[in-house]
Structures are given as C-alpha cells and as structure tokens.
C-alpha cells in the first residue's frame, strides 16, 4: 500500500485579505502551505506527496518551499476545485493505491488524525474527519430566525479525506462538478464514506482571525514547561538581622554564609537553575571564589533569570516558603514578595512567598537557622 497525499492549494482565498494567496502568508514565522505539507512530509505513512498549484503561483510556492526538505510533485490546477483534485489525482505516481485530499490552508492537521483516516480505508473505499455539531441550529430569514433546526447526524467536514485511488478517480470523472468536497464527489458514485474523528485543532484558514487562532494552537503545541525544585539552608551566627529575599529583616542574630545569606534567594535561584537544568548556585558563582564574598544574592538570581530568558523561557510563577520560628515573616513576606517580583522582572501576582514553622522540631524548631523551599515553573514560548 502506497499513500499519496494530495495538497489542494490552487485557490486564491481572497476572503484573507493581503497581497498574496493565504496559503502563502506567514502563519507564525512560515507560510502556511509549507506547514501544510510539511505535516504530511514528516508523516511515516506518507509515500509521496502532490501540491496542486494555480498556474501563476510557481514562484510563491518554489519562495515558501525554499527551506523545506520536503519532496513534493507539483501540477497546475483547474478552473474548479473539482478539475484541481482531478489533477492532482491524476499525478499520483505509480503505485499509489490510496490518496488523501487534503486542503492546502488546513495547516494543524495531527499526526493522529491522518492515521485514522488511513486505517479507516482498511474497511472503507472513502474515509473522512468530521466533528459532529453541538451547538443548536436555525434557519434564518431576512436577518430573523425562521425556524429551529435539528442537528442530529449533523457534522462539520475536515479534511484529509481518503479514498482508495481507483475509485475516487473513476468518481470524479463520471462526476459532473461543482461538487464541495471529494465526499460529495464519492457519494455521488455510490461509494461507502466512513466518518472518523475530526479534530478542533485542524482548522481552516479562511479569515484574517484564523491566523491569531492558529497561532495559538501552535503556542499550545510546541509549549515547553518545566519545573524546578530549591531548597537551602543558613546558620545563624552572630547580627542584628538578617537579609530575606532582599529585605533586611530585624533579629537579634544573622544568618552566615559566604555571601548576604539570602536563604529564600538562594533557593529561588537554585529553582530556576534546576529548571535550566543548570546545577546550583555553587556550580555558577563557585563559594571558593572570595569575588562573592559578601555578595548581594540579587545577582544571583538575576543570572538565573537572564540564563532563562537566553534559552527563551519566561518564569511563570515563583513560590517560596520560609521555614523558621523567628524572626516573624508575615509582617514582611508582602515587602518580600514585592521585592522578588522587581528582581525577576514579573507580576507581583505570580510571585508567593509565604512562611511556616517546624513546630518547634529539628534545627530550625530550635531556632538555629532558617531553611527554604521554592518551586518554580517556566514556559516556552
């Protein structure tokens, strides 16, 4: 079995808008025919590929192509959608036995749903997507609704629709054209048309807004979000305060260490590090080195947050707890948490820094020193 995917791409989707087709406007830094077939392109199941082209497109097509690796025939397509198809049919190479027609400014469709429609030939001379209709329907008059519709049995065609070569071919040849879709086309034959499951995400593009939608799907996509872990400790010593999250906070003693001792600090950067799978602070600003000795944690953090920033990550939340008997953290966690919020250059929103006390139990429930925990989340894009 040789699949071959046909990419109906002759129209010229005024409804768009702009100076060119829409299935070669950018849709997030590519034109939207290139996603299109490279969709099918990347596909196992997907022997050849077959772009059906309007006459005067050769040189927008060869310009959106131009960094794919993509292997794609191309034929010029027809005064209808019906003659592009049955070009585009008639180029399949030889030992194709099934195809699917697929349209150019559809450039979402899933991995998943391409397999379902292949498998769906299995038992099946045609297979198509569709979603079945969940909203009420009416019919309309003159700008006012005439009647409720029923909407049983009622679905929303996608594509890429599938069908066994021979017969589709031989459909649209005995078709007499102006048909919607290749479905109609089979119908018309006598050909059995299975429905598989369509997918929200396969849109169309017909308007200048499916452009921010799909855009949105693909930020959904391709999303990488991490989590990182932070914990540190600090003894108390010898002081009259110690710095939390940036904030000098009367004590009677301070915390030691080799640098300010910001505990929380600490353990937010070591957060956003392990995110990065970076390490640690130790790994980045060595404590052997006397350069940090006494040094504000501030430029810690703010390393961690460039480093995440470089690798195209923004920090979507922060959250902090203080871990000691005294001093008292409520009274300052808002300071604190306005404090962090500025360094990391985020919503106060996203930022929590609350406390809590070890019931009087361990090092810190005898008040020997402070320990911190911290989770931190990113997100690219």
Excluded at 57 to 72: I, R
Excluded at 239 to 254: F, M, R, S, Y
Aim: hydrophobic share 45%.
């Amino acid at each position: 079995m040789t699949v071959t995917a046909i990419i109906v791409a002759a129209g010229r989707g005024t409804r768009v808008g702009g100076d060119k087709p829409k299935q070669y406007q950018y849709l997030a830094g590519r034109p939207v025919l290139a996603r299109t077939i490279e969709a099918f392109a990347a596909h196992p199941r997907i022997g050849a590929i077959v772009a059906v082209l309007h006459p005067e497109d050769d040189d927008l097509f060869e310009t959106a192509l131009a960094d794919s690796a993509a292997e794609v025939t191309t034929v010029p397509g027809g005064a209808t959608r019906d003659a592009s198809v049955m070009a585009g049919l008639r180029a399949a190479p030889e030992g194709t036995t099934r195809v699917l027609i697929h349209d150019g400014a559809r450039p979402m469709v899933p991995a998943a749903l391409i397999d379902r429609v292949i498998d769906a030939l299995d038992e099946s001379p045609g297979a198509a997507p569709a979603l079945p209709v969940t909203d009420a329907l009416w019919k309309g008059r003159e700008g006012k609704v005439a009647a409720p519709h029923p909407r049983d049995g009622l679905y929303r065609a996608q594509t890429p629709q599938g069908f066994h070569l021979r017969a589709i071919l031989a459909a649209h040849e005995a078709h007499p054209g102006g048909a919607a879709d290749d479905v109609e086309v089979a119908l018309a034959a006598g050909l059995d048309v299975a429905i598989v499951e369509g997918d929200e995400d396969n849109l169309k593009i017909t308007h200048k807004v499916d452009f921010a939608r799909a855009e949105r799907v693909l930020r959904e996509r391709n999303m990488d979000i991490r989590t990182g872990n932070g914990f540190d400790v600090h003894a108390f010593c010898e002081g009259d305060g110690v710095i939390l999250c940036g904030i000098k906070v009367p004590h009677d003693k301070a915390l030691k260490g080799h640098s300010d001792a910001d505990v929380g600090m600490h353990t937010v950067t070591d957060a956003v590090y392990g995110a990065l799978a970076e390490g640690d602070i130790g790994r980045h600003f060595p404590p052997s080195d006397p350069q940090w000795k006494g040094a504000a944690s501030e430029i810690f953090l703010k390393h961690a947050v460039a480093l995440a920033a470089e690798r195209g990550f923004r920090i979507a939340n922060v959250d902090l707890t203080l871990i000691c008997e005294r001093p008292k953290i409520g009274p300052v966690a808002g300071a604190m948490r306005t404090e962090m919020a500025r360094l990391m250059g985020m919503e106060e929103a996203r930022v929590s820094v609350k406390a809590t006390t070890s019931e009087r139990l361990g090092f810190t429930g005898r008040e020997e020193g402070i320990a911190a925990l911290a989770t931190v989340t990113l997100v690219a894009p």
